[in-house]
């Protein structure tokens, strides 16, 4: 069974920086494809950045140069590391594996990123 478990989230002053956490339990972690999304209020929920197990990353283009993924196999972790943080960020912020193989898809229980001053 997989599961896996965002933290990291909180309040941070326009321009300043957060990093997430998103820890995976089950089995073959590097048979994920694990990416971060987040959902304000009222709008879908959208792909942010997410890493192949070979730590190919790929972003959103509202992130390019201010967040970072990247993904730490032995402690079966991935983080996001969001700095110059703006507004418009605030959101809860979901981790999701993604099997290559059966396409099952697992998410976390979000984490709530507000950004203000």
């Known amino acids: 069974q997989v599961q896996v478990v965002e933290s990291g989230g909180g309040l941070v002053q326009p321009g300043g920086s957060l990093r997430l956490s998103c820890t995976f339990s089950?089995?073959?972690?590097?048979?994920?494809?694990m990416g971060w999304y987040r959902q304000a209020p009222g709008d879908e929920r959208e792909l942010v950045a997410r890493?192949?197990?070979?730590?190919?990353?790929s972003y959103a283009d509202f992130v390019k140069g201010r967040f970072t993924i990247s993904r730490d196999h032995a402690k079966n972790t991935v983080y996001l590391q969001m700095n110059s943080l703006k507004p418009e960020d605030a959101a809860v912020y979901f981790c999701?594996?993604?099997?290559?193989?059966?396409?099952?898809?697992?998410w976390g229980q979000g984490t709530q990123v507000t950004v203000s001053s």
């Open positions: 999701n594996a993604h099997h290559l193989i059966s396409r099952n898809d697992y």
């Open positions: 089950g089995n073959l972690f590097a048979t994920y494809v």
């Open positions: 890493i192949t197990d070979g730590g190919g990353a």
